[in-house]
């Protein structure tokens, strides 16, 4: 166990709503998003195997929607921000 990444540290924040009084703190449990992106590609195990492409699995059945990567709205993204970076790059495919 000693030789694991520790990975991004937990952090916490108490939370004070103005007008909300609660009998205990309302705390909140977080991890910085760019610590735990860089920590996921640093990682042997997964940074070589994640997937940024949209698929599209199609059976006799007809489309198969099985996780985001296979959404309509991930190939809706992936064109419109191909789209977006294209035209500020200045280059067209």
């Not at 924040?13 to 991890?31: A, M, N």
């Amino acid at each position: 166990m000693d030789t694991l990444p520790l990975g991004p540290k937990w952090q916490s924040t108490v939370l004070q709503v103005e007008g909300y009084l609660t009998t205990d703190p309302i705390r909140l449990f977080w991890r910085d998003a760019v610590e735990v992106i860089a920590s996921l590609f640093g990682d042997p195990i997964f940074g070589t195997d994640m997937m940024f492409d949209p698929i599209e699995v199609t059976t006799h059945l007809g489309r198969e929607y099985s996780e985001w990567f296979s959404a309509k709205e991930a190939h809706r993204i992936q064109v419109c921000f191909s789209g977006v970076l294209n035209l500020y790059m200045g280059t067209e495919r």
